[in-house]
């Protein structure tokens, strides 16, 4: 059976916006100033080059992708480490948007729903949709089976990612604040001991603040994260390699300055798009 598009919900975007994905501030912004297609191709391409900025700073500087290199041998594997990597999520990245063009086109019912009942949803049912659109089904349930690797593959990635995360907090907190600060002749089990205990409690916390993002945009939301770590962690990184004078004092204000005010903004969006805080007039008031 052919593949056919399926029409399109009330609520699914036009063509011609899907096909030019500003970003929630930069398309209000190209709106509120009437600003036709042509005129505001500059802002779509301002928001693509700053996402592509924050994915690749932000990569370079998360916790738990640093952690990576010091589990290598020596500098030689950590560089064969660093390029399988980049030639993997290379790979990886090819897939997103095949993902979205068919999603779009097979499941746009799936704009009418929410959080997990929304387009989020399109990772589980396209496989099942391909089958039967190919199909393949026969004894086999393929669509099963391709939706099973699916979960199982996001399964791995998150918690491979979550503890990775919290192995890197965990330290910090037991290793530099306990141990370095708060009580430097600590011993190795008394810091060992308070490793596991900021571990339950950071899991904690996390468990907690995860059950009130379903509302949220979750895609929009890993780009987020990125900028974070883009304007925290990585310059932090990118300086201590390249500058001599970087002191520990000037590092703990730049990392806490642009990862407070990455945070701050990162706040200010989400709840303004919650409909939190009645910021909606001022994201579209500049016309960037």
């Known amino acids: 059976t052919a593949l056919k598009r399926a029409p399109l919900s009330a609520k699914a975007p036009a063509d011609s916006n899907w096909l030019n994905p500003f970003g929630p501030l930069t398309s209000k912004a190209a709106k509120a100033a009437k600003l036709g297609a042509e005129e505001s191709k500059p ?28 589990t290598n041998p020596d500098g030689a594997a950590a560089k064969r480490t660093t390029m399988w990597v980049m030639i993997l999520i290379g790979i ?8 979205g063009v068919m999603g779009r086109n097979l499941l746009p019912e799936l704009y009418e729903g929410s959080g997990s009942k929304g387009t989020d949803k399109i990772v ?17 349930p393929w669509g099963s089976i391709l939706s099973g ?10 918690m491979s ?8 907090m965990t330290g910090a907190l037991a290793h530099d604040v306990y141990g370095r600060i708060l009580r430097p002749q600590s011993t ?5 001991q308070m490793f596991k205990w900021c571990a339950v409690l950071l899991g ?21 994260a990125f900028a974070i770590a883009a304007a925290s962690y990585f310059p932090l990184l ?34 303004s798009d919650l409909k939190w805080l009645p910021l909606g007039d001022f994201w579209v008031t500049p016309p960037l």
């Open 43 to 70: 802002y779509a391409l301002l928001y693509t080059y700053s996402l592509i900025i924050a994915l690749v700073c932000g990569t370079a500087g998360l916790p738990h992708i640093l952690v990576r290199f010091y």
């Open 204 to 224: 904690a916390v996390s468990t907690l603040l995860g059950c009130f993002v379903e509302q949220l945009q979750i895609n929009f939301m890993v780009g987020q």
């Open 92 to 99: 990886f990245y090819v897939f997103p948007p095949v993902f």
């Open 238 to 271: 990118f300086m201590s390699v390249w500058w001599r004078g970087m002191t520990m004092t000037g590092a703990a204000t730049g990392m806490l300055t642009g990862g407070v005010c990455a945070l701050l903004t990162v706040a200010l969006t989400n709840f």
């Open 124 to 140: 589980l049912e396209l496989p099942k949709v391909l089958n039967a659109a190919i199909g393949n089904s026969g004894a086999v």
């Open 149 to 158: 690797m699916t979960c199982a593959g996001a399964f791995a990635a998150f």
């Open 188 to 192: 190795a089990q008394e810091r060992m």
């Open 161 to 168: 990612t979550f503890s990775g995360l919290l192995v890197s």
